[in-house]
């Protein structure tokens, strides 16, 4: 009988050490993981961020996609149209990764729309 009720405190002890390291290992992931965003937050400017949110890509991700590494329309426009033909379903393409394209040339598009609006409001400023 008295065995039985180590054997229970044991358990009973054991599980509540396991349980305390898996809430702190717990809460240090979570402090990770708000450091991160934070720091990605802090990185883009705050209408590129916004766009990354409602595109659902970021911009690095989308110049990854379409192999570009600047912001330049026509390269931008000309890996869009190969990447789009190539991955076309007609040609044996997946639908997947045409649409990943296509995610990706828009949230390119806002960026540079962000750009030029931002590039016309510097404009503004110095000539007043």
């Known amino acids: 009988m008295t065995g039985a009720k180590y054997l229970a405190q044991i358990i009973l002890v054991g599980a509540q050490v396991v349980g305390r390291a898996f809430m702190r290992a717990l809460r240090q992931e979570f402090a ?3 450091a991160a965003a934070d720091a990605r937050g802090r990185a883009e400017r705050p209408q590129s961020a916004a766009a ?3 595109i659902g890509i970021s911009l690095q991700e989308a110049q990854q ?9 026509e390269e931008i ?6 990447l789009f033909k190539v991955n ?8 997947y990764l045409q649409s ?3 995610r990706a040339k828009e949230r ?6 962000i750009q ?3 590039d016309k409001e510097k404009g503004r400023k110095a000539e007043t």
Not at 77 to 82: F, V
Not at 108 to 113: A, H, K, S, T, V
């Open 100 to 102: 990943k394209v296509v």
């Open 116 to 118: 030029a609006k931002g």
């Open 32 to 34: 990770a993981s708000q």
């Open 77 to 82: 426009q000309k890996n869009y149209d190969h």
């Open 65 to 73: 996609i379409l192999n570009v590494s600047n912001l330049n329309p």
């Open 108 to 113: 390119l598009d806002e960026e540079l729309r």
């Open 88 to 95: 076309d379903k007609s040609v044996g393409g997946s639908f």
């Open 52 to 54: 990354s949110r409602i």
